[in-house]
């Protein structure tokens, strides 16, 4: 069964996003102080005040996602999907605040995070992907 494009690219956005959050929770503690847990905030939307092992769980998380997607798991598109729809909620108080205080760096990095989500959800809610994922796998 051949896998789309497009779910290999949000495997490895799942993938990236999980290197960043265990990257930044690995020196979180072996040298607490060095970076803030705001890093997490546009990925962890509150959650990185929890300190470093919410930054590995949710880590964790990603990286079994991305691994999920890429075997074409159906639990994994789902929880992308959920995943994607938690980060859009998360990300329209800061838009807002954004636009408001007419801050124009902040409001493109939000919206910009706030299209990707957007594009997962889509993506990975159309039919013909859907059936990608419910298509039992060949045995050889």
């Known amino acids: 069964?051949?896998?789309p494009s497009g779910v290999t690219a949000i495997s490895i956005?799942?993938?990236l996003v999980a290197a960043y959050l265990a990257g930044v929770g690995f020196?979180?503690?072996v040298s607490p102080g060095m970076?803030?847990?705001a890093m997490g905030a546009p990925l962890l939307g509150g959650l990185e005040l929890a300190g470093p092992y919410m930054f590995l769980l949710v880590a964790a998380f990603a990286a079994l996602v991305g691994w999920g997607l890429l075997r074409l798991n159906n639990w994994a598109r789902r929880a992308a999907i959920l995943a994607a729809f938690a980060g859009f909620v998360m990300l329209i108080p800061s838009v807002s605040d954004a636009a408001?205080?007419?801050h124009m760096g902040e409001l493109i990095w939000s919206g910009l995070g706030i299209i990707?989500?957007?594009v997962v959800i889509w993506y990975l809610w159309q039919t013909p992907v859907a059936e990608q994922f419910s298509k039992p796998a060949k045995s050889t």
């Open 1 to 3: 069964m051949e896998r």
């Open 13 to 15: 956005l799942f993938f």
């Open 27 to 29: 020196v979180m503690l």
């Open 35 to 37: 970076v803030s847990m």
């Open 100 to 102: 408001a205080g007419i």
């Open 116 to 118: 990707v989500r957007m």
